[in-house]
T-cell receptor, first 119, second 113 residues
């Protein structure tokens, strides 16, 4: 069964500095997708970045980049130049696949990391 | 705003009452998902629809829970005979049929007293 592990319950970072949020995953599938979502206190899950298992380049979206190390089964999120508005919960997620047939597309989430950006 | 919308945003109910939540997905999205998130946890998958067909249900979805998507557009999630353990955030998401990304709504926060 697929599993996502986020070992950092909370982190502090100074404004304008970079921060790395850790995510490791477990799957026996060869084809899978990895996602990062941001959840502010309002509750909405905001999509940040996606990495496919066959993508050779690390994904980047503005200040977000995904450090994908397939052999180590890790997909860490790097936020550069942190801003006060980055303070939120961050969830790593994996897209589940049926063993036979196509993707169900359901997401399996980790327990999240609470990021606090300090001025 | 053409994102996913959910109604109501908050619901307080007494144990034993029935509640119904609504989700309106992004208009061209064929797939619709329901997740439940309890305090301190990541969201957990409940069920999903492809158009009007409910294709998968988690074992978390007891027989007190029912979800529908009658015309392949909006969806409802009903909880009958609510229990205190049903208190959670209920999140709806949608995606294109062959798309990679699920876009979430703001959630409905349920408190059962």
């Amino acid at each position: 069964a697929q599993k996502i592990t986020q070992t950092q319950p909370g982190m502090f970072v100074q404004e304008k500095e970079a921060v790395t949020l850790d995510c490791t995953y477990d799957t026996s599938d060869q084809s899978y997708g990895l996602f990062w979502y941001k959840q502010p206190s309002s509750g909405e899950m905001i999509f940040l970045i996606y990495q496919g298992s066959y993508d050779e380049q690390n994904a980047t979206e503005g200040r977000y980049s995904l450090n994908f190390q397939k052999a180590r089964k890790s997909a860490n999120l790097v936020i550069s130049a942190s801003q006060l508005g980055d303070s939120a919960m961050y969830f790593c997620a994996m897209r589940d696949y049926l063993v036979y047939g196509g993707a169900t597309n359901k997401l399996i989430f980790g327990t999240g990391t609470l990021l606090a950006v300090q001025p | 705003d053409t994102g996913v919308s959910q109604d109501p945003r908050h619901k307080i109910t007494k144990r034993g009452q029935n509640v119904t939540f609504r989700c309106d997905p992004i208009s061209e999205h064929n797939r619709l998902y329901w997740y439940r998130q309890t305090l301190g946890q990541g969201p957990e998958f409940l069920t999903y629809f492809q158009n009007e067909a409910q294709l998968e249900k988690s074992r978390l979805l007891s027989d007190r829970f029912s979800a529908e998507r009658p015309k392949g557009s909006f969806s409802t999630l009903e909880i009958q005979r609510t229990e205190q353990g049903d208190s959670a955030m209920y999140l709806c998401a949608s995606s294109l049929l062959q798309g990679e990304t699920q876009y979430f709504g703001p959630g409905t926060r349920l408190l059962v007293l």
